[in-house]
């Protein structure tokens, strides 16, 4: 994925452009996305394209997506944790997500 966004983009609009697709359990038309921050990037890190993945970064903002990444409980696939650790330039074993999958077994596979 070409990197075309930095860490100073900051969120412009009041809702992201994302697909449905994306949030399919969700009422899309009644998305908090500001209050469901978490989920929303969750989602789009471990089932986005580069499109939407630039999209969420656009939205949030770089220093958020990151700190979701890092420091939050989300669920990542495997080789969704190192697209995401490639794209923020840092290390799986800095990710909650990774230490999670580890500490209950589930290794890296």
């Given at each position: 994925m070409k990197n075309t966004l930095s860490p100073k983009n900051e969120a412009k609009s009041e809702n992201p452009n994302l697909p449905p697709r994306l949030f399919w359990e969700?009422?899309?038309?009644?998305?908090?996305?500001q209050t469901g921050y978490e989920?929303?990037?969750?989602?789009?890190?471990?089932?986005?394209?580069?499109?939407?993945?630039?999209?969420?970064?656009?939205?949030?903002?770089?220093?958020k997506v990151l700190m979701v990444l890092k420091?939050?409980?989300?669920?990542?696939?495997?080789?969704c944790i190192e697209r995401a650790?490639?794209?923020?330039?840092?290390?799986?074993?800095?990710?909650?997500?990774?230490?999670?999958?580890?500490?209950r077994g589930h290794g890296w596979l």
């Open positions: 969700f009422i899309y038309e009644k998305m908090k996305w989920t929303v990037i969750e989602r789009v890190l471990d089932r986005g394209n580069d499109h939407e993945i630039e999209e969420l970064i656009r939205f949030y903002g770089w220093d420091d939050r409980p989300i669920y990542l696939m495997d080789h650790c490639k794209l923020f330039g840092i290390n799986k074993e800095d990710t909650v997500c990774y230490k999670r999958k580890v500490e």
